[in-house]
């Protein structure tokens, strides 16, 4: 079955570092891939999503390539500010084979902490 | 206009007793879900909707019963809550399989 892989955090970063989330997953069909972030009391949004290999998803400074090779999807950001700290959810949905649409599976989730 | 909301944002209740929430979305899609999130934050699919069929049916206890009385409705009715059932759902909705789910606030339940 489908899956998603997302590291453990929590992941304490000072503001202005470079972040990396790594995920990767499993999938039949034909995934879409997409980062969603989950601020302190809220529900989730979409930050940016893929929806074919090499793609390259971009959002506030965040970015993801779907990289079929190597069944990846890592977020990353240049220079992280305090206001990014949130929990981070790598997730697929994908096309079965009869043509009806699968469930958005979602990661585990990483929790972002951005330090001043 | 909020496209995807629920309510109501808080319940607190006693064990035994039976609870619906309800979800509205004006976005005109066709898909529909219902996620729980544990104290984890571990996403769990309960549920999802497609033009009023049900179509995906997660390993859920069956006091648990999604009821949808139109395309833009899905109410998440649960019977004889359990401690174990405190947690906070997400209704979602989406057009199709390639494009983002949107979601609701949640719904935060306290089973005491």
Known sequence: GNSVTQMEGPVTLSEEAFLTINCTYTATGYPSLFWYVQYPGEGLQLLLKATKADDKGSNKGFEATYRKETTSFHLEKGSVQVSDSAVYFCALTSMNYGGSQGNLIFGKGTKLSVKP | ?112
């Open chain 2, 1 to 112: 206009d909020t496209a995807v909301s629920q309510t109501p944002k808080y319940l607190v209740t006693q064990m035994g007793n039976d609870k619906s929430i309800k979800c509205e979305q004006n976005l005109g899609h066709d898909t529909m879900y219902w996620y729980k999130q544990d104290s984890k934050k571990f996403l769990k699919i309960m549920f999802s909707y497609n033009n009023k069929e049900l179509i995906i049916n997660e390993t859920v206890p069956n006091r648990f019963s999604p009821k949808s009385p139109d395309k833009a409705h899905l109410n998440l009715h649960i019977n004889s809550l359990e401690l174990g059932d405190s947690a906070v759902y997400f209704c979602a909705s989406s057009q199709d399989y390639s494009r983002a789910a949107f979601f609701g606030q949640g719904t935060r339940l306290t089973v005491v």
